[in-house]
């Protein structure tokens, strides 16, 4: 299910803004129209939101909304209210996210971004600090909506270990064939 279809399902009013009408998927499995562009004149009252949720798509996209100033501002707005963020877009929040634990996506760009604004990367796939909830790649967006959704009705949210945080942290317990037949010729 995607992170719209939960969110209707929830009976979750939302909108979708973007630079462009019509989002397709990275993998261009599916498509979306957004409600507004950034271009249109009458934009809506942001601020009568109760939360706000930024989503990967292309990379190229994502990274052009990190220093896309209509965006920034958008953003700056909900700084007390519940923030998502997924994979790449993570770094979109940074400025309202100083000081606290993000899961992004681990590129250089990305992390380094993050540590200029003050922001504390984290290994996990999942985080949430305070308001602010994030999650590391889209493998994780049924569990990142569930845990904003939390947060957005003032729930606490506890977050325990992913099966991918325990996949990652998994060391293999024999060697693998490969590596202990070039040991063998190294005389190791």
Not at 22 to 37: G, H, K, M, N, Q
Not at 138 to 144: P, Q, R, V
Request: hydrophobic share 35%; with cysteine.
């Amino acid at each position: 299910m995607t992170t719209l279809q939960t969110l209707r399902k929830q009976r979750v009013k939302s909108y979708i803004l973007s630079r462009s009408k019509i989002i397709t998927a990275e993998d261009r499995s599916f498509a979306v129209s957004a409600d507004y562009t950034f271009t249109d004149a009458l934009l809506p009252d942001v601020t009568r939101y109760d939360g706000f949720l930024i989503i990967s798509g292309h990379p190229k996209d994502s990274q052009f909304y990190w220093h896309y100033k209509p965006l920034q501002q958008v953003i700056e707005t909900y700084a007390d209210k519940p923030v998502g963020a997924i994979c790449s877009s993570v770094v979109s929040i940074r400025h309202i996210a100083k000081g606290r634990r993000v899961a992004a996506y681990p590129t250089i760009d990305a992390k380094d971004l993050l540590a200029k604004a003050g922001c504390i990367y984290s290994q996990r796939t999942l985080e949430v600090d305070g308001n602010i909830v994030t999650a590391e790649v889209d493998l994780m967006a049924g569990t990142w909506i569930e845990a904003y959704l939390r947060v957005l009705h003032g729930e606490t949210v506890e977050i325990e270990t992913t099966e991918l945080d325990d996949f990652r942290r998994h060391k293999p317990r024999k060697p693998i064939k490969a590596l202990r037949h070039l040991g063998e010729q190294n005389g190791s």
